[in-house]
């Protein structure tokens, strides 16, 4: 009996120094993640512009063929006011018969691709033409919108009226109508274009063979 008694007092003693050197502070730790507003665009009037079956004896030999002129709506919707803008890359640039007279007095810039046939031969080219805009500074509130440009990343801002979007590295913003000089914060942005595209003459393509419309543009959202 005593010798299971001098047991329970050994090992008493060999637990009592961790009890001694116990840590004396304790950690409260705060985490979490801090993100900026999310935004969200998408084109509003549906994307692809569908121009159905063009018959090849529609086209002209000698000369360009323009299409019916469509529009096209693109909108972003912010969860808090957010300062963005647009930047427009175009996807068929390789393709862009930039000799093509789109909208007059429009550039190559201003001129984007519309794939090429199996051949190779470039079918053609579009233009986005400005048309209207809003902008919201609230919830639910939307004034006109003025479309503004910068061709240097942000760095500085021009009022935008010479009317096609051009697709050369520049970034678009929309302020409500007045004489803003850069970009503000709002909830949403709704932006219309006048779509004009034009087929080549069919002399330089070839019409017996079956060809497919092909233009791709990709709007890239940017935060200011």
């Given at each position: ?20 050197v ?8 705060l985490v979490?993640?801090i993100?900026?507003?999310?935004c ?11 121009y ?10 000698t000369?360009p063929?323009?299409l019916?002129?469509?529009?096209a709506g693109f909108s ?20 862009t018969v ?8 429009y550039g190559a ?5 519309l794939?090429a046939a199996?051949?190779?031969a470039?079918?053609?080219?579009y233009?986005?033409?400005y048309?209207?805009s ?11 919108g003025?479309p ?22 520049g ?7 007045g ?14 274009y ?5 087929i ?8 017996t063979?079956?060809?497919?419309i092909d233009?791709?543009a ?7």
């Amino acid at each position: 009996m005593k010798k299971l008694i001098g047991l329970s007092l050994i090992a008493i003693i060999q637990i009592s120094p961790a009890l001694a050197v116990a840590a004396p502070t304790a950690e409260l730790k705060l985490v979490g993640d801090i993100r900026p507003s999310a935004c969200y665009s998408k084109f509003i009037t549906g994307s692809p512009i569908d121009y159905g079956t063009l018959p090849a004896s529609t086209l002209s030999a000698t000369e360009p063929t323009k299409l019916p002129v469509r529009i096209a709506g693109f909108s972003v919707n912010c969860e808090a006011a957010v300062k963005f803008g647009i930047r427009v890359h175009d996807e068929r640039s390789a393709t862009t018969v930039t000799s093509l007279e789109t909208v007059p007095g429009y550039g190559a810039a201003e001129k984007l691709g519309l794939g090429a046939a199996d051949n190779g031969a470039n079918i053609g080219a579009y233009s986005l033409e400005y048309l209207e805009s809003t902008v919201a500074l609230e919830r639910l509130l939307a004034a006109k919108g003025s479309p503004l440009y910068s061709p240097d990343a942000g760095g500085t801002w021009v009022p935008y009226t010479a009317g096609g979007l051009k697709v050369d590295g520049g970034i678009y913003s929309i302020v409500e109508k007045g004489p803003a000089t850069a970009p503000k914060s709002y909830f949403s942005m709704a932006v219309y274009y006048n779509v004009h595209a034009v087929i080549d003459k069919t002399d330089n393509l070839p019409i017996t063979d079956e060809m497919k419309i092909d233009g791709l543009a990709t709007f890239e959202l940017i935060y200011l």
